[in-house]
């Protein structure tokens, strides 16, 4: 078993080539005064090229990114490798410890990106994570899944008019695609404020290993690599033809209850179908949801007790082309 090191950030030039380095980086101190370190896989190739990154568990319950960084570290072809590989499999420790989607109670990490140097506990986190991991990458693909109580298609949200991302999300072989710009806060943000060509790629639902989904976003991975000229050009394109959506929403509930959702993930639905019930606890319907216009399903709520303000559908709003037009003088692959 290869040696763990301890480092304070990832320093590519001081890694030796052509092998898969394990280290904990340093983020904060906890109130023992111990250190609070991240996990990081490290594959230095034998040749010049980019940095890829590929993160997982910002959310501490999304667990499917885990297995595919597992299984892509341990069988990259290192010898063949161009450039670098860096992969986190854990990034909000405190939320995976807990079984908690937060980093703390009331703190979304992916909402508190780039963070600060002298801010909250939450905020220094996310900033140390963000100099002293993600700095050195030029790429980055970073993993989620759905939150508790919903489920997901396999779709990624990227900026469709940067031909660098378009091309990332067209190689994932995704079901959906939504065209995001990235929210403040992200770590995709925070990443593209960087020059970092990055996207986020939704794999599933929470708190569990679902292998098909897994195996499908180890392709894309790959795909990438290929694309990118790091690894010999993949072999398993993507199949099929991703849903392109030009934008995206949630639906809430406007009453509580308990709540049926109807359609399934991927359902194309039409504007006035009926999409969700509310009961009382007694069985009484006491709402009805329509969809307000035509879309498709990319997410939605499994969790029967809604309170007023719940989830119900993640409706995606299908582009009226295959792609949207570019900005200018973004940089190709």
């Known amino acids: 078993m290869t040696a763990v090191r301890t480092v304070d950030r990832i320093e590519l030039d001081n890694l030796a080539l052509g092998e898969v380095h394990r ?44 297995p595919i960084i597992q299984r892509l570290m341990a069988d990259i072809a290192v010898d063949e490798l161009c450039g670098s590989v860096v992969a986190v499999p854990v990034v909000n420790i405190p939320g995976y410890l807990e079984n908690r989607r937060e980093l703390a109670p009331g703190f979304d990490l ?22 002293r991991v993600i700095a050195p990458m030029h790429y980055l693909i970073d993993l989620h899944t759905a939150s508790f109580g919903r489920v997901n298609s396999l779709y990624v949200r990227a900026d469709m008019r940067s031909p660098a991302t378009a091309e990332m999300a067209r190689l994932q072989g995704p079901q959906i695609i939504v065209h995001n710009e ?75 209850g308990v709540l049926e959702v109807f359609p399934a993930l991927t359902e194309r639905v039409q ?35 809604a309170q007023a303000g719940a989830r119900i559908l993640h409706l995606g709003i299908e582009a009226t082309g295959e792609v949207l037009p570019p900005r200018q003088g973004d940089p190709f692959l």
């Not at 370190?37 to 319950?61: D, F, K, M, S, W």
């Not at 992916?110 to 100099?131: C, E, I, S, W």
């Not at 794999?203 to 690894?231: A, E, T």
């Open 23 to 66: 280290l904990r980086v340093r983020l904060i101190d906890n109130g023992l005064g111990d250190d609070y370190c991240v996990p990081a896989l490290v594959a230095q190739g034998r040749y010049p090229g980019p940095v890829l990154g590929v993160t997982a568990a910002v959310h501490g319950n999304e667990l499917n990114g885990i």
């Open 110 to 131: 992916n909402r508190l990106m780039p963070g600060k140097p002298d801010g909250t506990a939450g905020q220094v986190y996310a900033h140390r994570f963000v100099r």
């Open 182 to 256: 990235g929210a403040d806060g992200t770590l995709r943000s925070a990443a593209a404020d960087l020059g970092i060509q990055a996207i986020t790629v939704e794999v599933g639902d929470p708190q569990r290993f679902q292998r098909d989904l897994i195996r499908s976003s180890l392709r894309g991975i790959y795909n990438v690599l290929g694309h990118l000229r790091m690894l010999p050009m993949s072999s398993d394109p993507p199949r099929g033809k991703a849903v392109l959506c030009q934008r995206s929403y949630w639906i809430y509930t406007d009453h509580g």
């Open 271 to 305: 504007a006035g179908q009926r999409i969700a019930r509310v009961t009382n606890i007694f069985g009484d319907v006491v709402r009805e949801y329509t969809a307000s216009c035509d879309g498709v399903v990319v997410g939605k709520s499994t969790n029967p007790v």
